[in-house]
């Protein structure tokens, strides 16, 4: 009887605390304005954000609490001098505005966070911290230093420019250091050094910018860095985009913008334990060389170095620089100076060459194995005066030497002067290449691979996504977008990292920056170019092509401009941040109306200027097809892109609660659609006008297509593929946009899995089956004109990683943000299992499939203070009431049936489904 009565009391016990099971819950990942404890934030109004760590399934978030404090003692002490929200009640855990006293310049601020949920209340975190930049022009009180003479001759075509070398010598005064704050606007690039100690892992910096609109500064702590007595501080000034690549003068594609010579501004502010500061400022009285070992950088041709010219000590107090020049005011940028918050470039991974082959006297050819972006570090040796010469390409030619005729006008060349027999390990500092190859000259002994390293550079972002599938070529694929997509990130996106461009150049981003989302955490990479392109907007509204504009070409058209809009739904949808829509939405009106009264001729927008670029040419030979049957009409292009964006511009107006703006874009968007169907549509046969699969699917995708039409539209781009392109692709960076998700939406995943794999031209598969370990900017890239074949464009990716993560895996953002997250995987013929996870705002959703003994077996995780949208994919017998209940009691709720998939409500939490499979 004890036994029995005990027996129920556990049952019992055991019941009550499943009901009111209570959980550590933990705040990990706090971030303000998306950055980790960082300075120089010049948002007045910065956001926070947290991320709730529990071990339990159905954690919901109830209420927060946040304190921001001026010193760290009053936030121990819990008094939110600055602000206390107190006990708010919301499920928000993301963006939460600061709403606190006025801060100011140069404040350091320290908050923490607790949360109430249903499983019980965190503790307070951890104390972040952040501080303000220099948030008005008064407080700087450095000038623009550098020097403006330099000899014409070198600023012609390829510009030769030597880095400036730049240095102060200041007394510190013996007293205990509170904080010593450095600001730094080092245009183009900078390299800091303070007593001899380079200050940061940045590399490249700051951002690029027009520098007449926009100058970034970064902020250092160097505390640590300084000692009592003498000091000193060493800048090099690279050229980075301040100077040109290319003036006017001999042969390049195109003259590419010409700000100033290389310029400083620094501000070091030493605040001392007792109240008293010191300020050092760049002024005239900093000292100058050019006649340090970097000799030459250009972006596109590369860096000299001569070692003989080193200088040591420079960067040390005590060094002797009477020989040195002393600095000339420069003129301030006419651009906006403003704290960088996005982050900077940095080493990223490192690779080590896979072979290396003799292929003349002396010449070595080393292959990276991987089309990289970054530099070759290199340990080295010989006598002095001994030249080392790399030079970069990503193709061999037959013979095993460099293929360079893709790199058009840029001669990528790193080369180094040796000053003695002792090792020399360098790399260079203000350029880096796109190569997979490197060839050696100048060394008198066979170099042996570890003698190499290649860095990979790009900006300093998390690797949010992970995808495996059971399809070697599938993963083949993504591995050479994940390689392609990081390396063409560069404090802007660019077309490519190799040949004479290297600009920031929209319309290969309009649909792939969602998907590059999914890899990376592009957030405040994307938020800062979309400053760019709307400081880019001319007094009528048309915005340019390529932003910051280095190259500056305004060709009036919708597609290229368009990522203006959907850069800011990405970041909306992606990441929850409703800012960067809200901030630039005035410039959006104004560019759409702008095209609208310019272009728009009876609800048809008549300008577009790059078609479908780049779709698969009839000649292997070619770069853009000539074929009218492949080529889609301008109009049907530009007219379907304003429609949509119409519907983007309802929704943005939606969400900011202009109610006007909202019922004017959809009115408008309802004309645009009757006009589009009056002039495109072939009502007999059921296409739009000439029948493309670009000109069917952006309408069909975009929802111009009356119902009743849609699988006929449908049935001809089926029949295109199939029947004329032979189940391959047949469009170009516009059509691709769409493509994927477009066949997988009308029950044609495995055609679009085909098209993906495929090995014959023109797929990915076959990019891949010829070598590639990038995504090519042509789809016969290695046939066609080398006038344009780069071997490392993302444009061409469309729609391809949205559809791995969004439809195959099944992660995708249901509300802004992934707060609520649709799960609705699409288990297609031809792939036994699906790995992937993505690390969102709220934490790290998981959705693992396979398919094994007739069941599909699905594991999926989804973030606290989160739900999900689950679609259970059902085959044979369809969904059950039996394994409907089964699935219910993990403490779901049946939602309905939709198409192939039962779908629940779905808790945070972790669960395994398992259904009946067959295909
Ligand atoms: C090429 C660029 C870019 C593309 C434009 C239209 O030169 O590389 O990728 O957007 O042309």
């Known amino acids: 009887m004890k036994y029995f009565v005990s027996i129920w009391l556990l049952v019992f016990a055991c019941l009550l605390f499943s009901c009111f099971q209570k959980a550590e819950v933990r705040l990990v990942r706090l971030q303000v304005e998306m950055l980790p404890n960082p300075i120089g934030i010049d948002a007045q109004q910065p956001r926070f954000s947290w991320v709730i760590a529990c071990e339990a399934n159905e954690v919901k978030q109830t209420g927060y609490h946040v304190l921001v404090a001026s010193s760290l003692e009053n936030l121990h002490a819990g008094i939110g001098d600055l602000w206390d929200s107190g006990e708010v009640a919301s499920d928000s855990s993301a963006y939460i505005t600061y709403m606190g006293q006025p801060l100011e310049s140069r404040q350091q601020v320290f908050w923490k966070a607790k949360v109430q949920t249903n499983r019980g209340a965190s503790a307070w975190s951890e104390p972040n911290s952040w501080s303000m930049g220099l948030l008005s022009a008064a407080d700087w009180k450095a000038q623009w230093i550098g020097h403006s003479a330099f000899p014409l001759d070198k600023m012609k075509g390829h510009t030769v420019v030597p880095a400036r070398y730049l240095r102060k010598e200041f007394k510190n005064e013996d007293k205990d250091i509170k904080r010593a704050t450095l600001y730094i606007g080092g245009l183009g690039l900078y390299e800091l050094f303070v007593n001899g100690h380079r200050i940061g ?110 200088m040591p000590g420079w960067d040390t107090a005590g060094f002797n620089d009477a020989m040195w020049m002393q600095v000339e005011t420069m003129e301030e940028p006419a651009g906006k100076l403003s704290a960088q918050m996005n982050p900077n470039i940095k080493v990223m991974d490192t690779l080590q060459p896979i072979t290396i082959n003799e292929t003349g006297e002396d010449v070595y050819v080393l292959d990276m194995g991987q089309n990289m972006v970054g530099w070759l570090q290199m340990k080295v040796k010989g006598q002095k005066d001994d030249k080392v010469t790399l030079r970069f390409a990503e193709l061999l030619n037959d013979d095993g030497t460099l293929y360079t005729d893709n790199l058009r006008f840029s001669e990528p060349k790193d080369v180094v002067i040796l000053k003695d027999d002792q090792l020399l390990t360098w790399h260079p500092t203000f350029v880096y290449h796109g190569f997979r190859y490197v060839e050696v000259k100048g060394l008198t002994y066979k170099p042996s691979l570890s003698d190499f390293e290649g860095q990979v550079l790009y900006d300093e972002m998390g690797t949010t996504g992970t995808f495996e599938s059971s399809n070697d070529m599938l993963n083949k694929i993504y591995t050479n977008a994940y390689w392609g997509i990081r390396g063409n990130y560069r404090g802007m996106p660019t077309d490519c990292p190799q040949r004479d461009e290297r600009m920031g150049w929209f319309g290969d981003r309009t649909t792939g920056c969602y998907g590059e989302s999914y890899i990376f955490n592009n957030h405040s990479l994307y938020a800062k170019w979309l400053d760019d392109i709307e400081a880019e907007q001319n007094d009528e509204g048309s915005l340019p092509d390529v932003a910051p504009a280095f190259w500056d070409i305004r060709s009036d058209n919708m597609t290229w401009p368009g990522v203006f809009l959907t850069a800011a739904n990405m970041l909306y949808e992606r990441y929850g941040d409703v800012q960067p829509m809200v901030r630039h939405y005035p410039a959006m009106k104004k560019w759409l109306a702008y095209m609208k009264n310019k272009y728009g001729v009876d609800g048809i927008i008549t300008k577009d200027t790059y078609g479908d670029w780049c779709m698969p040419p009839e000649r292997p030979e070619l770069i853009h097809s000539q074929d009218p049957a492949r080529i889609t009409a301008a109009g049907v292009m530009s007219t379907a892109f304003y429609y949509d964006f119409c519907l983007l511009m309802a929704k943005f107006a939606g969400v900011q609660g202009l109610a006007d703006d909202e019922t004017f874009f959809l009115t408008e968007a309802d004309a645009i659609k009757t006009a589009f169907n009056q002039k495109y549509y072939n009502k007999e046969e059921g296409y739009y006008d000439n029948n493309t699969v670009t000109a069917n699917i952006l309408p069909l995708r975009f929802g111009m297509v009356a119902k009743d039409d849609c699988q006929r539209v449908f049935d001809n781009i089926l029949r295109t593929t199939v029947n004329d392109f032979d189940s391959h692709i047949s469009t170009g960076v516009v059509g691709i946009q769409q493509l994927m998700r477009g066949l997988t939406d009308y029950n044609y995943g495995e055609l679009a899995l085909q098209i993906a794999i495929n090995t014959t031209y023109p797929s990915w598969g076959y990019m891949v089956e010829n070598g590639a370990t990038t995504i090519w900017e042509l789809w016969n890239g290695n046939t066609a004109d080398p006038a ?65 003994n007739k069941t599909f077996d699905w594991q999926i995780t989804i973030p606290s203070n989160t739900t999900a949208q689950v679609y259970v994919p059902c085959s044979t017998e369809g969904m059950t009431e039996k394994m409907k209940i089964k699935i219910q009691n993990m403490g779901t709720r049946f939602i309905g049936k939709e198409d192939q998939f039962a779908v629940f409500s779905f808790p945070s939490g972790t669960y395994h489904i398992t259904v009946p499979w067959e295909e």
């Open 788 to 852: 344009m074949n780069s071997g490392n464009h993302v444009m061409l990716l469309g729609d391809f990683v949205i559809w791995l993560y969004d439809y195959l895996a099944g992660i995708a953002p249901a509300e802004p943000g992934f707060k609520v997250v649709k799960m609705r995987p699409y288990p297609i013929k031809g792939l036994d299992y699906i790995q992937a996870s993505y690390n969102s705002t709220y934490g790290t959703i998981k959705s693992s499939w396979v398919k094994k």
């Open 201 to 310: 892992e940045q590399q490249l910096a700051p951002a690029p910018t027009n520098y007449n609109k926009i100058v970034k500064y970064n902020v250092f702590d160097v505390t640590q860095q300084l000692t009592s007595g003498d000091n000193a501080i060493g800048v090099v000034l690279g050229n980075g985009r301040l100077v040109s690549m290319r003036m006017p003068g001999e042969p390049s594609s195109k003259d590419v913008e010409h700000f100033d010579m290389p310029k400083l501004l620094l501000q070091l502010e030493i605040q001392y334990a007792d109240g008293s500061s010191q300020l050092i400022c760049s002024d005239r009285t900093w000292k100058m060389t050019v006649d340090g070992p970097i000799q030459a950088n250009n972006e596109f041709d590369g860096e000299v170095y001569d070692a003989n010219k080193e």
